[in-house]
């Protein structure tokens, strides 16, 4: 069983909803699972070398993650409350949009 | 045994939280992820992390599961069976990539320090400083949310 090659797995399979998925939600989920693969990667290695920083590193990047992910969830509502758009396709759209309605104001 | 059943697991959860069409679906195969994850990391002797990754998910996926429904619209697409079982052979499939292929063998340490030495002993400072990082997000979050009164101005 190499965890190595299970965190690249599971590394390919979040930067593959990154790049194919449109959708903000799923683009948050993609993110959430290359950071699950980092995490499988750093706390495998730790756990089977028997040293403890590895851990005790692991736990003070679990808070960081989940506060990337605050501020990722965050900025998502604003988008979709402002905007009311949720698909990145759409959301460059808007910004093409108020940036002409800048233009024609100006 | 247990730990490529896990690990099968945590692919196949993986690929339908990609896969699955409808945001809700996803979120729950979110969680099925993290489950997997956090029993592969306390079946490994990173019981703690395990511990800590269960809290940090459940945490998370509640919060996704409220804005879940917000952000997702009403679509009628939807998964078919057929799709659903395609999906899932190929994350099976694709669990059986570390099973059966090794690039890397750790060696193993007799001389480490344990997990309370190193977090409590080496890395206090940081711990400390950790505190900080998630006031500061914190205040972060709620200035991105706070909405202005009178109208928005």
């Known amino acids: 069983m190499d965890f190595v090659i299970l965190s690249l797995v599971l590394l390919a399979i ?7 998925k449109r959708h903000l939600l799923k683009v948050f989920v993609s993110v959430e699972l290359i950071a699950t693969a980092a995490t499988l990667n750093f706390v495998m290695l730790a756990a089977s070398t028997g040293v403890g920083v590895g851990e005790a590193f692991l736990v003070l990047a679990f808070s960081t993650d989940t506060a990337v992910s605050a501020v990722i969830l965050a900025l998502l509502i604003v988008v979709n409350k402002k905007y009311g758009v949720s698909d990145i396709g759409e959301l460059g759209k808007v910004k093409e949009s108020t940036e002409e309605e800048s233009e024609v104001e100006a | 045994m247990i730990l490529e059943v896990l690990s099968a697991g945590l692919v196949i959860t993986a690929c339908l939280a990609i896969f699955l069409d409808e945001a809700v679906y996803s979120v729950v195969a979110l969680a099925g ?4 994850a956090a029993l592969l990391y306390a079946e490994s002797g990173a019981i703690i992390v ?12 509640a919060i996704l599961f409220l804005s879940g429904e917000m952000l997702s619209e009403r679509t ?10 395609m999906v899932v052979i190929a994350g099976a499939l694709l669990s059986l990539l570390p099973i059966f292929l090794s690039i890397f063998t750790p060696e193993v340490s007799t001389s480490g320090v344990s997990f309370g ?6 890395r206090a400072g940081d711990v400390v400083l950790q505190g900080l990082v998630i006031m500061t997000v914190a205040m972060g979050v709620a200035i991105i949310l706070h909405e202005k009164r009178n109208g928005g101005k």
Request: hydrophobic share 50%; no cysteine.
């Open chain 1, 14 to 20: 979040g930067v593959y909803g990154l790049l194919t």
């Open chain 2, 33 to 36: 992820t993290f489950l997997f």
């Open chain 2, 50 to 61: 395990g511990v800590f990754q269960f809290a940090v998910g459940a945490g998370t996926l």
């Open chain 2, 76 to 85: 009628l697409k939807k998964t078919t069976t057929k799709n659903l079982v």
């Open chain 2, 117 to 122: 030495e190193a977090l409590w002993n080496l």
